[in-house]
């Protein structure tokens, strides 16, 4: 959430291992909790969104973590591997890449 955002209080339940974990993370990161808290969950909903990779703007793409941008990357890489081994049309394109005129 941006800072210009109005913000509601709500109590939320964690479990107490997992709150101590992310005090953790939040003291290394020199962070409050509640910040840390809404970072993870803002992941989570752009994580979401981010299943569907196909309709990602370049922007959105930009946005994601690391980790997702290198997953995202490998399904395509993937995807392009299965299909250039499927259909080998492509193979009688292929010519010198000289001209000469």
Partial sequence: MSSNSECVRHGLY?????????KEIARKEKKSINKKIEM???DWFDFQKSKDSSKLSREEFHKLPLWRKRQILSEQ??????HYSKDDDWKQLQGDDIFEY
């Fill in 14 to 22: 964690i479990p107490i291992e997992l709150l101590s974990r992310i």
């Fill in 40 to 42: 993870i969950i803002q």
């Fill in 77 to 82: 890489a993937n995807n392009a591997l299965e």
